[in-house]
């Protein structure tokens, strides 16, 4: 028999909880009853971070276009205390919400990105990739590796002299972790001119599939994360006929590519115990090690999906960490 939901609640400021209430009452108004998303209803209430050529709290940012036509642009954070004679990692981050919701000019994803290039540091690079239902996978894996191209390919104004795309890294959460692994294979299986793929920060991978795990049993009715509104994103994000074995969303599955053979980068997989995803992300971390891939398990025991969003949190913080010696102990393998 299946396991009852379980009735424990994560310990969270009221602040937070307040704020995951607005989220979740939003996402809900948002959604039509015929599948799509109201998004002028939705920029009515989203929090927006301009960009700062000024440097702020030692981070400047601009946003770069990189084709027009599919709003295919990212906003880069270049540290600016930094002296030009140290090397700087290049991180690609890949943003969350369902493959459905958020963009990187997002209050709380511009924070983090912040937080990122300034503590690691590093030349942190926030992609803006389409979104469903709207534009349907395989455009967000499309668009994703298509700005590693771009990045490959172009000279860019104002592009730090000492940021070095040969210590590339790819990471993202949720959504933006599951497109940060498949542009990661991809990019694994091509020779790019200067970009160099070394690393992976997988945090909290959103992997679904069709029968349910003992963790998404038990945490149906999570915190920001419920069963119901997975099953409507795989839903409205998967080409029309397919379920949730695709091997797109259940990675480790029936349908699973084999990169037993493909370059893969090292990666470090971050769990929350909190989080209904949890079992499969933790299956996540073993198929690469199965796949013979260098992978490292991060768990945070109270923590909830997205919680690295929230620096009230104390994983918040013990997460920024953890990244940064992540990128460092990878990018000193590689280092000239």
């Known amino acids: 028999m299946p396991k009852k939901t379980s009735t424990v609640s994560p310990v969270l400021p009221w602040k937070t909880r307040i704020l995951l209430s607005f989220v979740t009452v939003g996402m809900y108004l948002v959604r039509r009853r015929n599948g799509t998303i109201n998004r002028r209803l939705l920029n009515m209430f989203y929090l927006k971070n301009p960009t700062t050529n000024k440097p702020q709290q030692g981070i400047k940012t601009t946003d770069i276009t990189i084709d027009s036509t599919r709003n295919l642009w990212f906003r880069l954070f270049i540290p600016t205390i930094i002296s030009s004679d140290v090397v700087l990692p290049v991180i690609i981050f890949f943003h969350g919400g369902g493959f459905a919701f958020l963009n990187p000019d997002f209050k709380y994803y511009d924070n983090v990105c912040r937080g990122i290039a300034c503590n690691t540091p590093a030349v942190v690079i926030s992609i803006n990739y389409r979104l469903s239902p709207e534009h349907r996978l395989p455009s967000q894996y499309d668009d994703g590796f298509d700005s590693l191209k771009f990045l490959d390919e172009t000279e860019l104004d104002g592009f730090p002299a000492n940021a070095d795309l040969s210590m590339c890294f790819l990471a993202g959460d949720s959504a ?83 990169i037993r053979g493909v370059k893969y980068p090292e990666t470090m997989v971050v769990v929350g115990g909190f989080d209904p995803l949890q079992d499969r992300q933790r299956e996540f971390y073993d198929w690469l090690k199965r796949s013979g891939k260098e992978v490292k398990l991060i768990e945070y025991p109270n923590a909830i999906h997205a919680f690295y969003l929230f620096p009230e949190l104390p994983e918040a913080s013990q997460f920024m960490q953890e990244a940064k010696d992540f990128v460092h102990h990878v990018s000193a393998k590689f280092s000239k």
């Open 176 to 258: 933006g972790a599951n497109l940060a692994h498949n542009v990661a294979y991809r990019a694994g299986e091509v020779e790019f001119r200067r970009l160099k793929v070394i690393g992976q920060i997988s945090i909290q991978p959103f992997f679904g599939g069709e029968e349910r795990t003992a963790s998404e049993i038990r945490l149906a009715n999570g915190v920001l994360v419920t069963l119901k509104r997975t099953d409507w994103l795989w839903k409205v994000f998967l080409p029309e006929g397919e379920n949730r074995d695709h091997e797109a969303v259940n990675v480790t599955g029936p349908r699973a590519v084999d």
